[in-house]
Structure formats: structure tokens, C-alpha cells
RNA sequence: GCCGUGGUAGUGUAGUGGUCUAGCAUAGGGGACUGUCGCUCCUCUAACCCGGGUUCAAAUCCCGGCCACGGCGCCA
């Protein structure tokens, strides 16, 4: 059956289909959305319409009068995919998912699919074919659900930054210099001049904190490292926060109650998404337990049985030992001096260790940070230290000559924690579009 | 960047020198079916990553390329 396509009109729905209940029995009303299945049994003809919150049976019968000997016909003929809107009247009944179904007075065919569609919900498909036919990929609930997880957790971080005084920023992207040392940098083009994709909104928050005090920041950032693994993305998303007038354990109790703040709300408004991701949050209690470096290097050479010694990093294996004594969220503090960027301050009492810690999920990392060297002189020597160029970092210097107050912060990686939070086997489930070293499309 | 594994219909897989004329599931086309809900039934369409080599014979063995996967390093 050739099926012609009409267009939008005056026609607008009334409703998304997790508006509509049996008790709305009678009503006459107008959803729109995708076919998500198609049954046909002779004379009895069922579609499902799914839209953004859910989905709902569309039935039409033969012998029913109401239903239009055009919208009789072409039902059979709808392709999964496509986009409809129906007129109908909700009808209860027993024997439909959700005990009501819509019996359609008008369906509206808007826009056709490809015949073969590469993807079928509940059937595997391999990440990488999922995310060759993305938009596709999360037309599917399950994915939907990881996504409206990370809009309610980004809502939640902006509510509690804002209730305790923060302003939100945003910093650039592209940058002058490649001197901040550390991950690799994407050099780009910018006119006539060398330019880089930031690897992490750090040096201008810093600054920031000595304008709004306390900033926080959602931003993506760039990382040039060929890693291929579960848990890295070329592009990421990072939540930055900074606080002035501030050191490490203001940003350790300041950030537990964010994220215990983030997950009740995920808790109370994703209650249908965390049903259909099979994850139950656990809401953790405060404060999160805080360990030293040099504790969890003990502990993983007695407990452990783990070749380490102090002052190496703490590997990936190694945080798998760790994973069978520490459960859940947890900060690792006071981490040796030489492993921390220059920016990192060194405890008054011992410099061999630093005011910075690290916010563990099990063997995962969450986010680091710390306190701030906030003396002009200390950082230039900090800098030197680091074999780094204190003329590359003019810009950022002078800050510190314009009245820089003590500061702390963080940065926390997004996906990783939605990754988390849903229950994904791989970050690229939890990111839109991922970058990969080997993905630059779609 | 390093080590390892793999590439077969749209998708996911079976097949490891010779009746493979490449099997199965799902999706797709056609048909039957008045309560489906992973509908069911009949029927049809549809594939050996690319290039070179070995062999009487290659999806299968060898070399190169491309692509992907698992892990490490690095980090969020």
C-alpha cells in the first residue's frame, strides 16, 4: 500500500501518552509519536505509538464504526519509525498494556523510515553499530531513560550550587597556550595562530574565584590520550567547581551533600527510568569516609597483598584490590606532592603530601582536586618544580597580582558518573555523540 | 602508545580446506488470522571486510591494509 504523507496542519497533541489513563475513558484526544510495533491480527489491527515519556495501544477493530475505513486500512501498512499523529478516543480495557488503549478517528502519517532499519529494540546490536545509527539507538527506552537521568542530575547540581552561593561560568574552550602540562592537547587552527581545545576549565576558575568567590561550571573539555577503554572519551563532560576563601575539606563537605543532594533528586523524579535501567540508588550517608594516600597504600601492601610503594600511582588493578574493602563513594587525601600538578597545595605540616584528595566510586574515579597554591611566588617556584615555563603562564600569573583569595575545587567527570548512576557497561552509553580516539562521527 | 582477539544477510550469530547451492534467529516484502502485548502460521528477499598469495580446490591457510572488540598505560 502506498501510503502518502500529510503534513503537520492545525493539528497539535493534547497529551503525551503517560498522561492518558483509563480513567480518562471517553476523552477525545491527540498524540504523536513513533509506530514502535505493528500487530496485525485480520480484522483487529494494533499499533504501538511511542513519544518522549512512554507509549500507549492504538486499536482499531473492523466492526467498530467509529474508526474510519481509511484509518482501517492503512494501520497494517505503518512501518515501525514512523511519525504519526492520531486523533482517537481513549477507550479502558482490561486486556490493553496499561488498561486503556486509543481507537483512532484520524491517523496522520508525517515522515516515513528507510525500509531495513539497522536497529530493533530488544535485540542486540553491537555498541559500535548503536552508535553508528545513534539517533535511532536512543529512540530506545532504555537509553532514553539514561538520558533524562543526566538532564535531572544537571538541574540538581544547578540547584544545589546556586542555594549555597555559587555563580555558574563559562570559560573558553580554545586556548592560547599548550603549557598546563599533563594530558595531551588537540592543536587546532585558529587564523593564523597556534590554538588548543582545553583540556579542563582549571587555571580561569581559579581566576574566577577571586571575582564570584564560589563558581561551578558544566562545560565539555578535550583530551588528546589514545585510550581505549570503558571509562575514557576524547571529549568528556566535567562538572568544575572552585571555591575562594576556601581550602580542601570546605570542597570535601560542600560536594558529598551535592551529590547526596543529586541523587535523592534522581531518586524522587526518575523513579519509571530507574525501573527500566534495573538500578536502585542508594542515597549514601555523611560524611564519606576519608582516606590518606598513605592508608590506602598500607592497607593495599597488608590487606591486599599488592606490590606497591609509596608515592607510585595508585593502578588500575590496584583499585580493583581496593574495591573489595571499600565500597561506594569515598575520598582518598593527601596524595604525594610529586603526583599533583603544580596548582596543588603542599600541607603546611608535611610537604612531601598535598592538600588534594580524590573521590573514588568503588575502583572508578569521580573527580580529584584540591587546594590552591594561592602566592604568586610559591607557584612560580611550583611551576619551575614541574619543569614548566612561568612565561607561558603570564596570563594566568597575573591574577595573583590582582588580589587572589585562598581557594579549593574540583572537577568531576559527568559520564563517568552517569555511567554509574545507569548502570552502563561502557561510558559511550552515557555521553550522546562519544569521542573516541577512533570515533570522530556521527 | 603497548599487548591480545576478531570481521559471514539490515541486525546478532553457526560454519576452521572439498555436497557451503553458506545454516539459525530476528528484522524486511507478500499472504492468513477479531484481543495481540517477544502474537502465531505460510511464503519470499537478503551475507563470507578490502587487496594480494598458497592450493586441483579458500568463508576457512599465509601476507598487507582497513575496521572493531578486550585489557594495560594515562586520566574525569
Redesign the pocket.
Known amino acids: ?1 502506498d501510503v502518502p504523507l500529510e503534513s503537520l496542519g492545525e493539528l497539535r497533541k493534547t497529551h503525551y501518552t503517560s498522561d492518558l489513563s483509563a480513567e480518562d475513558d471517553g476523552k477525545e484526544v491527540v498524540i504523536g509519536g513513533w509506530v514502535a ?8 489491527k ?1 499499533f ?1 505509538l511511542q513519544d518522549r515519556e512512554g507509549s500507549c ?1 492504538v ?1 482499531a ?4 464504526p467509529d474508526v474510519p475505513d481509511d484509518v482501517k486500512k492503512l494501520i ?2 505503518l ?2 519509525m514512523w511519525v504519526v499523529m492520531v486523533k482517537g478516543k481513549i ?1 479502558a ?1 482490561q ?3 496499561g488498561g486503556f ?1 486509543v481507537v483512532p478517528l484520524q491517523v496522520k502519517v508525517l515522515n516515513k523510515t528507510m ?6 529494540e ?12 545513534r539517533v535511532l539507538d536512543l529512540r530506545f527506552k532504555r537509553n532514553q531513560a539514561i538520558f533524562k537521568v543526566q538532564h535531572v542530575m544537571f538541574n540538581a547540581f544547578r540547584e544545589f550550587f546556586t542555594q549555597n552561593h555559587f555563580t555558574e561560568i563559562s570559560t573558553p574552550k580554545i586556548i592560547g597556550s599548550a603549557t598546563e602540562g ?3 592537547l588537540f592543536p587546532i587552527v585558529y587564523f593564523n595562530k597556534e590554538a588548543f581545545l582545553s583540556q ?1 576549565a582549571q587555571l580561569y576558575k581559579e581566576q574566577m574565584s577571586s571575582v564570584f568567590e564560589r563558581v561551578f561550571e558544566i562545560a565539555p573539555c578535550y ?1 588528546a ?10 571529549e ?1 563532560l ?1 562538572l568544575d567547581i572552585e571555591m575562594g576563601f576556601a581550602n580542601i575539606y570546605d570542597v570535601l563537605s560542600t560536594f558529598e551533600r551535592a551529590l547526596v543532594h543529586v541523587l535523592q533528586a534522581i531518586n524522587k523524579e526518575c523513579a519509571s527510568q530507574l525501573k527500566t535501567l534495573g538500578q536502585k540508588l542508594l542515597v549514601p550517608e555523611l560524611p564519606f569516609k576519608r582516606y590518606t594516600y598513605s592508608e590506602v597504600i598500607d592497607l593495599l601492601q597488608t590487606k591486599g597483598k599488592y606490590k606497591i610503594e609509596w608515592g607510585e ?1 595508585i ?6 584490590v581496593l574495591d573489595k574493602f571499600m565500597k561506594g563513594y569515598f575520598y582518598i587525601i593527601k596524595w604525594p606532592t610529586a ?1 599533583k ?1 603544580f596548582y596543588i597545595q603542599p600541607c603546611e605540616d608535611d610537604e612531601k603530601v598535598s592538600e588534594s584528595f ?2 573514588q566510586y568503588g575502583f ?5 582536586g584540591g587546594t590552591r597554591v594561592h602566592n604568586k611566588d610559591f607557584l612560580i617556584q611550583r611551576l619551575r618544580e614541574k619543569k614548566l615555563n612561568p612565561v607561558s603562564f603570564e596570563d594566568h600569573l597575573k591574577a595573583f597580582d590582582f588580589g587572589m583569595p585562598p581557594h579549593a575545587g574540583l ?3 559527568i ?3 552517569l555511567t554509574v548512576l545507569t548502570g552502563a ?4 552509553e552515557a555521553v550522546l555523540y562519544p569521542r ?4 570522530l562521527t556521527p
Request: proline residues 5%; negative net charge.
Open positions: 500500500m510495533k505493528n500487530r496485525s491480527l485480520g480484522g483487529l494494533f504501538i495501544q486499536t477493530k473492523d466492526d467498530n497494517p501498512a512501518g515501525i477507550r480495557d486486556r490493553a498494556p488503549e525500509q531495513q532499519l539497522p536497529l530493533v530488544g535485540t542486540n546490536a553491537e555498541l559500535d553499530t548503536r552508535l553508528n545509527n599533563g594530558t595531551e579542563s583530551r590520550e589514545a585510550s581505549h577503554t570503558k571509562r575514557h572519551l576524547c568528556i566535567t600511582d593502578a588500575t588493578d590496584a583499585y580493583r603526583a600538578p580524590d573521590l572508578l574515579e569521580l573527580a580529584s572537577g568531576f567527570g559520564g563517568r558518573f557497561q561502557d561510558i559511550r573516541t580516539p577512533d570515533r
